[in-house]
């Protein structure tokens, strides 16, 4: 297994440690990425779920392609919404962007949750493989 930590990603809060990604048996798993600003992580976060989406994937492209992948390799997406009814589309506007080739879309699960971290509106995790 390799443990990936990305200097130029946004750091784990305080309270808590891990790494941004583990590449373990031809998989890439990236931990949960917030809406946080790699550049100025005690910022307050990008109002609205699509400023909020936006980060979330500038995010996920510094780690993912730091590890070697792009988002193009991704296999599942797992998505997080602490308002599903209100939130719901404005996410799939930027997903579909960062994903549009329909006939390679990720596996994806996308859940309404009580809360997230730091107040935020998203939270999206990633599996990647490479072909």
């Known amino acids: ?3 990936i930590k990305v200097a130029a990603a946004a750091p784990p809060p305080k309270t808590a440690r891990y790494s ?3 590449e373990a048996h031809g998989f890439l798993h990236v931990t949960g990425q917030l809406p946080i600003d790699p550049a100025d992580p005690a910022a307050d976060l990008p109002a609205g779920i699509e400023a909020q989406t936006e980060m979330v994937f500038r995010n996920l492209t510094i780690i993912s392609e730091a590890a070697g992948y792009r988002l193009a390799d991704t296999v599942i997406a797992r998505i997080y919404l602490s ?3 209100r939130d ?3 996410l799939n506007a930027v997903y579909h962007r960062h994903f549009d080739d329909d006939g390679r ?3 994806r699960t996308t859940v309404g949750v ?3 971290g730091r107040g935020a509106l998203v939270e999206i995790d990633l599996v ?3 072909a």
């Open 1 to 3: 297994m390799r443990y």
């Open 114 to 116: 009580a809360k997230l």
């Open 128 to 130: 990647l493989a490479q």
């Open 105 to 107: 879309m990720p596996a």
């Open 83 to 85: 308002d599903f009814d």
């Open 88 to 90: 719901y589309a404005g």
């Open 20 to 22: 941004h990604a583990v």
